[in-house]
């Protein structure tokens, strides 16, 4: 629609002090003559837009236009701008246009370039960015969706699932949604994701409001308690993973960290993702699932 192409003109030269017409063709997909033509309507409607040719030449603001941006103090404004680099560097999608487009309204003399977060991991893939698009368009109008899911225990289910919210968490993003073959609300990691289908079936459930997605552990699940010893050479990697309170270090620099783990696939592997410097002290049943998981690798060299 031509007014809300023009809107975004007028946020682009806010946020630009300079900007070619070819530029803007280029962000807006449109072509340069179209610009040209809204850079009219623009200066008819009162927007004092100048236009400069010649090397570094191109179109502006006149200096100290801004829009009306009074409601917010300067502090707010800032704390919105990093808020949505935070948003833009989780690769949610289209998050940079609306960084733009609020940094324009607010001005581009703010000063948030001091900030850069990247949470993307190498290789991360373009189909989980579309995953998310798709996603936000099935939470918000409630459909159920299917999709082919690898979870932690290496094996890959069908699920149809009502989707409910998306988490960023440590680095990833998580999906929450009620499994139609678990009859519970379940979460599922988006980069485990596959094969991700919208259907036209409705749904009405809402997450509740007391909903977390960090599980709280409890003596009464019967979750074993690990007692494991770290060489101090990974000390760093340690203290990345585990919080401080469940760290203890001995007298010759091991780390002995006691935490609740399942006995699972993901367990087993995970601890030996810290290969020769880490020891299962207890239960004696993990030291020998990890001594016959390691003889296995053992066996294939």
């Given amino acids: 629609m031509q007014i809300d192409r023009l809107i975004q003109i007028v946020f682009l030269l806010l946020r630009h002090e300079n900007i070619t017409a070819k530029q803007l063709a280029e962000e807006l997909c449109v072509s340069t003559r179209t610009i040209y033509r809204d850079i009219n309507i623009l200066s008819v409607a009162g927007i004092p837009i100048t236009s400069q040719k010649g090397y570094g030449g191109g179109l502006s603001l006149l200096q100290g236009f801004s829009l009306d941006k009074s409601y917010f103090t300067q502090e707010e404004q800032s704390n919105i701008i990093q808020a949505l680099q935070i948003l833009k560097s989780s690769n949610y999608p289209d998050a940079d246009k609306s960084l733009n487009k609020v940094a324009g309204l607010f001005s581009h003399t703010l000063q948030s370039e001091w900030l850069e977060i990247d949470f993307s991991y190498w290789g991360s893939p373009e189909k989980e960015r579309n995953n998310i698009t798709a996603l936000e368009r099935a939470i918000i109008n409630k459909y159920v969706i299917t999709f082919t899911y690898f979870n932690a ?60 997605i960090t599980p709280t552990y409890k003596e009464e699940y019967n979750t074993p308690i690990f007692i494991l010893h770290f060489s101090e050479k990974i000390a760093y990697k340690v203290y990345d993973e585990f919080q401080e309170k469940y760290i203890k270090k001995l007298d010759d620099g091991t780390l002995e960290v006691t935490f609740r783990y399942q006995f699972s696939d993901w367990t087993f592997l995970y601890l030996l993702s810290f290969g020769e410097y880490v020891e299962i002290i207890e239960p004696v049943e993990a030291r020998n699932i990890l001594r016959e998981k390691a003889q296995k690798i053992l066996s294939m060299y």
Avoid: G
């Fill in 153 to 212: 225990e290496l094996t890959i289910t069908n699920q149809i699932v009502e989707p409910l919210k998306l988490v960023f968490k440590s680095h990833a993003w998580y999906l929450v949604a009620y499994s139609k073959r678990k009859n519970d609300i379940r979460t599922y990691k988006m980069s485990r994701i596959r094969e991700l289908q919208i259907t036209n079936e409705l749904f009405e459930r809402e997450l509740p409001k007391d909903f977390s």
